[in-house]
């Protein structure tokens, strides 16, 4: 059936030109053009409104992003007393899991375990702090872990833990998570992830599983999870099981295959301390997560094996390892051969100039997080009082990447921060340091095609070219042209996936 979009504006990429009608077919676009529209089976009336193809977001973690869609989401929450009623109110209700999410410190005052006893009692409770590596526990939980020993486990005066984890040792509270979320709440998760992805265009994203931390169970759940919904979803596996990977049948491994941490929970692995040193229990440069031997090994396999390979790097001591191991890979088999492959490095964010040149010659793809930068980059946010100014001020430097010729692909790690393409085009344009600021359509293409690229290296989706997949969205203004506050207020009026209209959900195809 040939289904006609007309009477509207579409906006193609990659170039950014523009169109009056569009033709679906088969899951594809067939036809794009101006003038007079050909006939069709189906038509659909754009009424004025600009139609575009969907946006991708190239980093993402589905289950917890629907754990907050239908959950506790303490974003912007300063209050101790608020977090702590909402997880008294959350006690009182049935379900195993007591879980909150996003709260950033400082807070309005020191939080421990202990508060988190007041409020739930005996029962375990989890609480994560918005980068994901590090939470704090209520002592029922914190009884069931095994985290002596680990670094990263916060200690009062007296030696005693303080419920707050951060890494290796909060993985094991996400392990127990995940192994007390059954089926049904797993796949409900997943489903709320998917409604927050067409609210807002996206019509493919790219899932960072840390297997590591979450276990191969919860993977098989997740699985049969996303088999129930529209979303495309490109699954990338968090561990070094080479072996297991390939016969699963996946053509990737790692995405938040971890190098080190995270800057707000003091654990991105840097050259140098923090200038705020981190509490007792992690090491004041960060935590490194892997020996250079081990990762070199990984990185052999799976490039043998055929697989590309994603790894998680965000301190300049982890870009750093992540690269010199893949020179040495290189020197192995080839620098072509690395470049065909076209690995991946999450994230990227505190580069030198060096690191960007090197990655360019080994053609590494780079997926990037804009809205890093528009939440905790500038001169007096939480990337400089972590490391102060001068060095704050070489983070995520999406113009200099781009420029050195590095694919790019823009994410959200939600729920790091809101799958939300309108607020990275505000950040892609906006960065605090202007040289490395994008144009529109430049920003544009990160958001569609860029993401896209990312696991599958330039195609035409991502565009509304003839032959591209029918991922479109159709926006009541043109992103190209809107910026700022006005962008952030867009409104997605439809989102199709394969020529399938997926939103709004009461206008969705049958």
Same mark, same amino acid.
């Given at each position: ?5 007309? @009477? ?119 609480? @994560? ?158 935590? @490194? ?77 780079? @997926? ?143």
């Amino acid at each position: 059936m040939r289904k006609l979009f007309h @009477s509207g504006r579409i906006r193609r990429l990659p170039g950014g030109a523009f169109a009056d009608w569009l033709v679906v077919e088969d899951q594809r676009v067939v036809a794009v053009g101006t003038g007079d529209p050909p006939a069709a089976d189906e038509s659909v009336d754009l009424d004025g409104a600009w139609l575009l193809p969907a946006f991708a977001d190239g980093h993402v973690h589905l289950p917890v992003t629907g754990l907050e869609e239908i959950g506790l989401d303490f974003r912007g929450e300063r209050s101790v007393d608020a977090i702590l009623n909402a997880f008294s109110q959350r006690a009182d209700s049935s379900g195993a899991v007591l879980y909150g999410g996003n709260f950033e410190d400082p807070l309005d005052r020191p939080i421990s375990r202990l508060d988190l006893d007041g409020a739930v009692g005996d029962r375990p409770a989890l609480l @994560s702090r918005v980068d994901k590596h590090s939470c704090i526990v209520s002592t029922a939980l914190l009884d069931k872990l095994e985290v002596e020993g680990l670094e990263g486990v916060d200690r009062d005066a007296d030696g005693h833990p303080t419920g707050y984890l951060r890494e290796k040792a909060c993985s094991q509270a996400w392990s127990w998570l995940d192994a007390n979320l059954t089926d049904a709440e797993q796949t409900e998760a997943v489903r709320a992830a998917a409604r927050k992805a067409y609210s807002k265009g996206v019509a493919s994203v790219h899932e960072m599983f840390v297997v590591e931390w979450r276990g191969w169970s919860a993977l098989g759940g997740f699985l049969r999870a996303i088999a129930e919904v529209d979303l495309k979803v490109v699954t990338y596996c968090g561990t070094d099981e080479v072996s297991r990977v390939k016969k699963m049948g996946f053509p990737r491994i790692g995405g938040d295959y971890f190098l080190d941490g995270a800057f707000g929970s003091h654990t991105a692995w840097l050259s140098e301390p923090y200038a705020t040193r981190p509490p007792l229990g992690t090491p004041e440069s960060g935590i @490194s997560y892997r020996n250079d031997e081990d990762l070199l090994e990984f990185f052999m396999d799976a490039h043998h094996q055929g697989l590309q390979v994603a790894v998680h790097a965000i301190g300049d001591a982890a870009i750093e390892q992540a690269i010199t191991t893949w020179e040495a890979v290189a020197d192995k088999v080839g620098v072509y051969a690395v470049r065909d492959r076209g690995h991946r490095l999450e994230h990227f964010e505190f580069s030198t100039d060096d690191h960007i040149a090197r990655a360019a010659n080994l053609g590494l793809r780079l @997926s990037v997080q804009p809205v890093f930068d528009l939440y905790w980059g500038g001169d007096a946010k939480l990337y400089s009082q972590r490391m102060g100014w001068e060095r704050a001020a070489q983070m995520n430097r999406f113009g200099s990447m781009l420029a050195a010729g590095l694919l790019l692909g823009s994410g959200s790690d939600s729920t790091v921060t809101p799958m939300d393409p309108f607020m990275q085009l505000v950040a892609l344009r906006e960065h605090h340091v202007p040289k490395e600021r994008m144009g529109d359509i430049e920003s544009l293409r990160l958001v569609t095609m860029g993401a896209r690229a990312l696991a599958e290296g330039p195609t035409l989706a991502g565009t509304v070219e003839p032959a591209a997949p029918a991922d479109l969205v159709l926006l009541d203004r043109d992103p190209a042209t809107t910026h700022g506050d006005e962008l952030l207020a867009t409104e997605v009026l439809g989102t199709w996936i394969d020529g399938r209209r997926v939103w709004p959900e009461g206008e969705a195809d049958e």
